[in-house]
């Protein structure tokens, strides 16, 4: 198994939903990472989880939480989010944090709209 | 900090014609060096990668050269396809305290005509 999966693909939620994005890898890979993609523009850091624990938050707001509960997952919950949060929300996972020799694969997505 | 600079897209090209998107560099120490790919819906596909100075990551008939002397990393391919239209990015993964940031260049859409 190459793959991250995301799910899921496409969700709508209004300002005052919760809901959750998933990323699952089976590659044995110890590190973790959210990016959010606007249109048009390349992918922007979230997180990163580092063997199942959070390394780097580059500043993100409250409303997005992500949680690592094991090797092979990774959630990010949303509460109370903004049309502007609207986006591609990108999963990644790699060796080991910030892998230098084999890259970073990436999941196909969620596509999230805040309405 | 880090940065990366793609040339300005987009570009438009013949089946088979020459294909180059220029890219250069400025990070600290030794990063490594990424081209990825991003299809219409879909999400970024590693392409080529390099990990030190003179190295060609190669991959689907692209090339691409880590040259550290002009801090670039220059994807080419010689004979363009239909289905190579799409969204190039050229990115580094530098060491030290950034450990872990994947840095992106704006990207280049590529199209592609029959």
């Known amino acids: 198994d190459t793959e991250v999966t995301q799910t899921p693909k496409h969700l709508v939620m209004g300002m ?3 809901k959750s994005l998933k990323c699952e890898q089976h590659m044995g890979h110890r590190a973790m990472y959210w990016y959010k993609q606007k249109a048009k523009k390349p992918p922007e850091l979230m997180f990163v989880y580092s063997y199942e624990k959070l390394s780097i938050n580059e500043s993100v707001p ?15 919950h949303l509460h109370a989010l903004q049309p502007e949060d609207s986006a591609l929300y990108l999963c990644a996972s790699s060796h080991g944090q910030g892998d230098r020799n084999y890259g970073y694969t990436f999941g196909s997505g969620t596509r999230l709209t805040v309405v | 900090g880090d940065s ?53 990551g190669s991959n689907k008939g692209f090339e691409a050269t880590y040259r550290k002397e002009t801090t670039s990393f220059h994807l080419e391919k010689g004979s363009v396809q239909v289905s190579d239209s799409a969204v190039y990015f050229c990115a580094l993964s530098p060491g030290g305290t950034s450990y872990g940031k994947l840095t992106f260049g704006q990207g280049t859409i590529l199209t592609v005509h029959p």
Do not use: H
Not at chain 1, 64 to 72: K, M
Not at chain 2, 33 to 51: D, N
């Open chain 1, 16 to 18: 005052t939903n919760k």
């Open chain 1, 62 to 76: 409250s409303r997005f939480s992500p949680e690592c509960p094991n090797s092979s997952l990774l959630n990010l």
């Open chain 2, 4 to 56: 990366v600079t793609q040339m300005e897209g987009p570009v438009t090209l013949s089946e088979e014609a020459f294909l180059t998107i220029n890219c250069t560099y400025t990070a600290t120490g030794y990063p490594s060096l990424f081209w990825y790919v991003q299809y219409p819906g879909e999400g970024l596909q590693l392409l080529l990668k390099a990990t030190k100075a003179d190295d060609k």
